[in-house]
């Protein structure tokens, strides 16, 4: 691009592929920057890009030309389709190897002496090729993307005659890589500070990027990786938390899935909805993981409710064998599984209850006296009219007598 276009333009590199980041540092003189899918999505993002409102034209075009069959080289096995039109090709081994670890399998022991012509190893670190690199960013099937990607290749009459317009030689020197050996005692302390106690716990999962536990635990003596890149043990140390507060609340908890079989549950659940008559001869009352909740409840339709409409739900006052309680039932992974706190409120009304019995006796209390009073204030009140009345009486007619005389 820069012998066509110039040496003053900047070529960045766009892919699935974290290994291109390395080499445009190893070629700074070649590629400017190395961004991957995962890298374009995000700055689409933030500069507020949508690509499919932008409006093309017909001076919207390839600089320079397609890759035609070159666009095969993503997948697994493209490259020796582009290569196969070649003479050079006719009279040589070709195979594909991809994943680290099959590479290394495959390699290893090798009888070089058993070559008897040239041979072409197409080497891919990603299982499956590029298309299924790890910061691929659209959710295809692998095969449909396969499929999409020779729908595009362009095997023409140019396959097989084309000549490199520029070198492209690249030499690769022995470069071993040093490892620290560490003793079992250094590796087994870094196994159990990460949850790993025995054998069994060392489940080997790759989600931490390490083909095993222990080279894991070899990568952070040597700095190079963190306990909290540990799935495994992240998912172990968020259950242990959550249990230890399940614990803490004094009043019953209990987590279920969909089916409202029993996940989690705290000490005071039991003591609060375990029967011996009813469930001593059905559960095991040191575990009711996977117990039915309808054998303890007979609200779980709030459960069923929360579970279905994806949403928190709270009601007051529910009542069961003479018990009062208030429920709130919240989700933790929507459509599969939710968890309810039952606060016991009957002691609460009981005494709200009682405090109202009492007003009520005040109040008829305060009633009576008012009545008492008024009763009183309403004879006194009549007496003073009848004096009022006389007095009245009485100096008209006094009044009277004075002016006839």
Request: charged share 30%; aromatic share 8%; glycine share 6%.
């Amino acid at each position: 691009m820069k012998e066509k276009l110039g040496h003053d333009i900047e070529v960045v590199f766009i892919g699935p592929c974290i290994a291109k980041k390395l080499e445009a540092d190893r070629h700074p003189d070649l590629l400017s920057l190395s961004l991957t899918f995962a890298d374009l999505h995000q700055w689409l993002k933030d500069s507020g890009i949508n690509p499919t409102e932008i409006r093309t034209s017909v001076y919207d075009k390839f600089a320079l030309q397609k890759a035609a069959e070159g666009t095969a080289y993503p997948i697994e096995g493209g490259m020796i389709e582009t290569i196969k039109p070649y003479t050079a090709s006719k009279n040589a081994y070709m195979t594909q190897i991809t994943g680290i670890k099959h590479i290394r399998k495959e390699l290893e022991n090798l009888d070089i002496e058993a070559i008897d012509r040239p041979m072409f190893v197409e080497c891919l670190a990603c299982p499956g090729g590029c298309v299924s690199g790890p910061c691929i960013s659209n959710k295809k099937s692998g095969l449909g993307k396969r499929i999409e990607i020779l729908k595009n290749a362009d095997f023409s009459s140019m396959a097989g005659n084309r000549q490199p317009q520029v070198n492209i030689n690249e030499g690769y020197d022995t470069c071993p890589v040093e490892s620290k050996e560490f003793s079992e005692a250094e590796i087994r302390k870094v196994l159990n500070y990460i949850g790993k106690y025995n054998i069994e716990d060392e489940i080997n999962c790759n989600g931490c990027g390490y083909d095993t536990c222990r080279n894991f635990a070899k990568a952070m003596l040597l700095g190079k990786a963190e306990p909290e890149m540990c799935v495994s043990n992240m998912k172990q140390q968020a259950q242990r938390k959550a249990n230890a507060l399940i614990r803490c609340i004094p009043s019953p908890i209990v987590i279920v899935n969909s089916d409202l079989k029993i996940y989690e549950y705290n000490e005071k659940f039991i003591e609060s909805f375990w029967s011996d008559e009813e469930h001593k001869e059905i559960y095991n009352k040191e575990d009711l993981r996977g117990a039915n909740l309808r054998d303890f409840i007979n609200f779980t339709n709030l459960f069923s409710a929360s579970i279905d409409l994806e949403q928190d739900i709270r009601k007051e006052h529910v009542k069961f064998k003479n018990r009062l309680y208030d429920v709130v039932v919240f989700n933790i992974d929507k459509k599969k599984v939710v968890g309810g706190i039952v606060q016991d409120v009957t002691t609460m009304e009981m005494k709200k209850e009682q405090i109202a019995e009492k007003a009520k006796d005040v109040i008829k209390k305060n009633l009576a006296t008012v009545q008492q009073i008024a009763c009183t204030l309403g004879e006194h009140m009549a007496e003073t009219e009848i004096l009022l009345r006389s007095i009245a009486h009485d100096y008209a007619d006094n009044n009277g007598e004075d002016y006839n005389g």
